[in-house]
């Protein structure tokens, strides 16, 4: 992001028009192709009604599979990113309790559940979670060093696993389904069948006992195996009180394992607001199978901050929450018109105290995308006027119980037994859920300032109400909110079984976007798959591109844009479904349900090293070939090639020390725009008075960090200032990225995408 003089929100956002990303089918490896008699090559077996059973690496050209209680490691190759029959290696994770039950399958205690690649502190790492509520997570880099010693070796593949040792093994109690990780805050979180959340903090490092002149190490660095892996368990209010008196200096000297309480449903999804503007790990999302969202702060209790249901204020028609995410804000591309920010005209209601904006139209206008599975036609044949049948969105539907008093069943999903309708529908004349719990009193936003929160009155009035909306409506619309242009506060994606829903201030969950039945298709009932695999339970979030990928297990994926509109805020837009409708016609998709979805770099466009913190006790020169360069609006274009002494003293006192996030010029606080800013330079001038005076003899910028950050600020920081070269740099517009679809008779299609900026 480059600087330039503007208003708040050209800050906040790139201001190019967010086109539509780039989409390619790169191939097609059948069952046939795999594993069948013909190569000799015996599948592995597959664990039916799980989560999502694949992910990838983010650095390495690797991919990992559950199958079973085994994790697979694949390496892509080829210009279509081939598996092959063959994987590197077969990794079989340790148990923390071998002898634990199993909640679906007690034949099969330790299948796998779900699988996990993100950053801790450093390291990337593989967690995994299993139906006994066995945890366990590995170092990906220690995963790819053992296979390339493997196969240097001239072993034979698949590589033995027990080489690699995992550095974190736990148990939850039980079957173990949503995780999460803070990268900065070096936090793992897992929910499990308990209703319950645990979060396991692992101990910082003091900055001043690290001996590495790049910064402090963490407890989740490739040291921990050398740091005591105990852990002080926080479940009381009492324990959770002794706690807080240590903060904000001792409360992480010890690795902690904290209870969460607040859900009475099985919780599949979890997630940490994981960018740097919450580096100390605040704020926590989960939902559950009744279709509440929990909004958790982390350090200031055990218990729910706020509760609400998304989409529908009631939860009619009902849904099962499945994944929910916090979103980084800056991560929304602006858009100069509301059907482009939305893909189409959004339909405009008012349901209970709640506003919403209905998207669910703008599915009619996806290229390539099929509203009906046509299965066995052996040439292509796409429609010229190709529109959503009304029947995917009947006023008359078929509603399922009360999730919230229907029977719980020992189902293999693990989940309440629940018969809904593949044509779920807006109306809201059957069966209504309890009101949404709201708080409507002021709370703070993502920073410890005062801030006030976009919210739509509760309270009016439109004549256009099931209609779409003028520019007078807007108008109104517009009038009767506090719309910031610089938000303090994180917006919440939410996916149910067929729904998704955007809050954009989820601590004041009064305005929603919602778009119903995405991924609906009607199919024969010879074809047709399980309706209890029609859920958004595999999600991935891609921040650099603004993107969203998240598949229905029924085996289909929308391809999402995150976008900004002046007028409606925070919005989605559905920009792709795959399979195509060509590859649907071609018999590509198999009539199956996915085993896992994956979203990595492509090969050659792989996420560089990350950096500790901002290097300390060097030169300021040393700055420019890290990269870390100031974005303030009236330096940027004045700033010389090479340091002066002035500039040495602006890097040393502005970026170092008044500058929370150094490229972020809007999002820190309600007063760190561009003026407070040469503020901050001035009040730290020769004569001041001021500690910064102080010559680096005296005060070092270590020193400085070390008494006004924490480890994990220093991270964030250096991670969002840290813009190193990278090969494709000059020839790409964008990193392009690798979705594989992993189905459960061993298919992958793999497709390839990207942001053309250019065009």
């Given at each position: 992001m480059s600087s330039r003089e503007?208003?708040?929100?050209?800050?906040?956002?790139?201001?190019?028009?967010?086109?539509?990303?780039?989409?390619?089918?790169?191939?097609?490896?059948?069952?046939?192709?795999?594993?069948?008699?013909?190569?000799?090559?015996?599948?592995?077996?597959?664990?039916?009604?799980?989560?999502?059973?694949?992910?990838?690496s983010q650095r390495r050209n690797i991919l990992f599979a559950a199958y079973g209680s085994d994790i697979y490691v694949w390496v892509p190759t080829g210009p279509f990113q081939l598996l092959g029959t063959v994987p590197e290696m077969i990794i079989r994770p340790v148990m923390e309790n071998p002898v634990a039950s199993g909640y679906i399958d007690r034949s099969n205690p330790h299948t796998i559940n779900n699988?996990?690649?993100?950053?801790?502190?450093?390291?990337?790492?593989?967690?995994?979670?299993?139906d006994s509520g066995n945890v366990c997570a590995y170092h990906v880099e220690s995963i790819y060093s053992a296979v390339t010693r493997c196969a240097s070796r001239g072993d034979k593949r698949p590589f033995d696993g027990s080489e690699v040792t995992p550095f974190f093994v736990e148990n939850v109690g039980m079957s173990a389904w949503g995780l999460a990780t803070h990268k900065y805050a070096r936090l793992i979180a897992v929910s499990a069948n308990t209703g319950q959340i645990t979060i396991f903090a692992f101990?910082?490092?003091?900055?001043?006992?690290?001996?590495?002149?790049?910064?402090?190490?963490?407890?989740?660095?490739?040291?921990?195996?050398?740091?005591?892996?105990?852990?002080?368990?926080?479940?009381?209010?009492?324990?959770?009180?002794?706690?807080?008196?240590?903060?904000?200096?001792?409360?992480?000297s010890r690795n902690l394992r904290l209870t969460y309480r607040g859900h009475f449903d099985n919780i599949p999804s979890i997630s940490f607001a994981n960018f740097d503007l919450d580096p100390n790990g605040e704020w926590m999302v989960s939902t559950d199978i009744s279709n509440r969202v929990?909004?958790?702060?982390?350090?200031?209790?055990?218990?729910?901050?706020?509760?609400?249901?998304?989409?529908?204020?009631?939860?009619?028609?009902?849904?099962?929450?499945?994944?929910?995410?916090?979103?980084?804000?800056?991560?929304?591309?602006?858009?100069?018109?509301?059907?482009?920010?939305?893909?189409?005209?959004?339909?405009?209601?008012?349901?209970?105290?709640?506003?919403?904006?209905?998207?669910?139209?703008?599915?009619?206008?996806?290229?390539?995308?099929?509203?009906?599975?046509?299965?066995?036609?052996?040439?292509?044949?796409?429609?010229?006027?190709?529109?959503?049948?009304?029947?995917?969105?009947?006023?008359?539907?078929?509603?399922?119980?009360?999730?919230?008093?229907?029977?719980?069943?020992?189902?293999?999903?693990?989940?309440?037994?629940?018969?809904?309708?593949?044509?779920?529908?807006?109306?809201?004349?059957?069966?209504?859920?309890?009101?949404?719990?709201?708080?409507?009193?002021?709370?703070?936003?993502?920073?410890?300032?005062?801030?006030?929160?976009?919210?739509?009155?509760?309270?009016?009035?439109?004549?256009?109400?099931?209609?779409?909306?003028?520019?007078?409506?807007?108008?109104?619309?517009?009038?009767?909110?506090?719309?910031?242009?610089?938000p303090s506060f994180f917006p919440v994606i939410h996916f149910s079984e067929h729904h998704i829903s955007l809050a954009s201030y989820p601590l004041d969950s009064e305005y929603h976007l919602l778009c119903k039945n995405p991924l609906a298709q009607r199919s024969s009932p010879s074809i047709d798959i399980h309706s209890a695999c029609d859920r958004f339970n595999m999600v991935k979030y891609i921040p650099e591109a603004g993107i969203v990928v998240a598949a229905s297990q029924k085996g289909r994926v929308a391809i999402i844009s995150l976008t900004w509109q002046q007028e409606i805020g925070f919005a989605f837009r559905v920009d792709w479904i795959?399979?195509?409708?060509?590859?649907?016609?071609?018999n590509q998709r198999p009539v199956i349900p996915l085993l896992g979805l994956a979203v990595s770099p492509m090969p050659g466009f792989e996420n560089p090293p990350d950096v500790p913190c901002v290097p300390q006790g060097i030169d300021p020169a040393d700055w420019l070939s890290f990269n870390y360069r100031s974005l303030d609006a009236n330096e940027d274009d004045e700033a010389p090639s090479q340091p002066s002494s002035s500039s040495t003293s602006y890097y040393q006192k502005s970026d170092l020390?008044?500058?929370?996030?150094?490229?972020?010029?809007?999002?820190?606080?309600?007063?760190?725009?561009?003026?407070?800013?040469?503020?901050?330079?001035?009040?730290?001038?020769?004569?001041?008075?001021?500690?910064?005076?102080?010559?680096?003899?005296?005060?070092?910028?270590?020193?400085r960090f070390s008494h006004e950050h924490t480890l994990p600020e220093l991270h964030a920081q250096a991670s969002?200032?840290?813009?190193?070269?990278?090969?494709w740099h000059g020839s790409h517009p964008s990193r392009h990225y690798r979705l594989l679809l992993l189905y459960?008779?061993?298919?992958?299609?793999?497709?390839e995408f990207w942001r053309d900026w250019n065009s």
């Open positions: 503007g208003s708040d929100e050209e800050l906040l956002f790139d201001g190019r028009e967010n086109i539509r990303p780039q989409v390619l089918a790169l191939n097609v490896e059948t069952q046939n192709d795999r594993f069948s008699l013909k190569n000799d090559q015996i599948a592995p077996t597959i664990a039916t009604w799980r989560s999502n059973l694949a992910a990838s699988i996990l690649v993100d950053d801790l502190g450093r390291d990337e790492i593989l967690l995994l979670v299993t101990a910082l490092v003091d900055s001043t006992l690290a001996d590495d002149k790049n910064g402090p190490q963490s407890s989740s660095d490739q040291d921990l195996d050398h740091l005591d892996r105990t852990w002080v368990h926080i479940h009381s209010l009492k324990q959770f009180r002794e706690l807080r008196e240590l903060m904000p200096v001792n409360h992480r929990i909004v958790w702060r982390v350090w200031d209790s055990l218990y729910p901050n706020q509760v609400y249901y998304p989409g529908h204020p009631e939860n009619n028609p009902p849904q099962r929450g499945w994944t929910v995410l916090p979103l980084d804000p800056r991560t929304f591309k602006r858009h100069q018109s509301r059907e482009e920010a939305c893909g189409c005209e959004p339909k405009f209601e008012i349901i209970g105290e709640r506003t919403i904006l209905d998207l669910s139209r703008a599915i009619e206008e996806i290229n390539d995308a099929s509203q009906v599975f046509i299965f066995g036609d052996s040439e292509p044949r796409v429609p010229e006027d190709y529109t959503l049948p009304n029947e995917i969105f009947s006023e008359n539907p078929t509603i399922g119980q009360d999730p919230k008093t229907s029977e719980q069943s020992n189902t293999e999903h693990g989940a309440a037994r629940h018969d809904s309708s593949d044509t779920d529908a807006d109306s809201e004349d059957e069966v209504k859920l309890p009101h949404a719990i709201r708080d409507n009193s002021r709370l703070s936003g993502l920073f410890e300032d005062d801030n006030e929160h976009y919210r739509i009155a509760p309270h009016l009035h439109y004549s256009c109400v099931n209609d779409q909306l003028s520019d007078s409506d807007f108008d109104l619309l517009k009038d009767q909110a506090v719309h910031p242009r610089s795959v399979p195509f409708l060509t590859q649907e016609f071609h020390v008044s500058r929370p996030n150094p490229t972020d010029q809007s999002m820190s606080s309600s007063d760190s725009g561009p003026e407070s800013e040469s503020e901050s330079v001035s009040e730290s001038e020769p004569g001041s008075g001021s500690e910064a005076d102080k010559s680096s003899e005296d005060i070092s910028i270590s020193d969002s200032g840290y813009r190193p070269d990278e090969p459960a008779d061993h298919t992958v299609m793999s497709y």
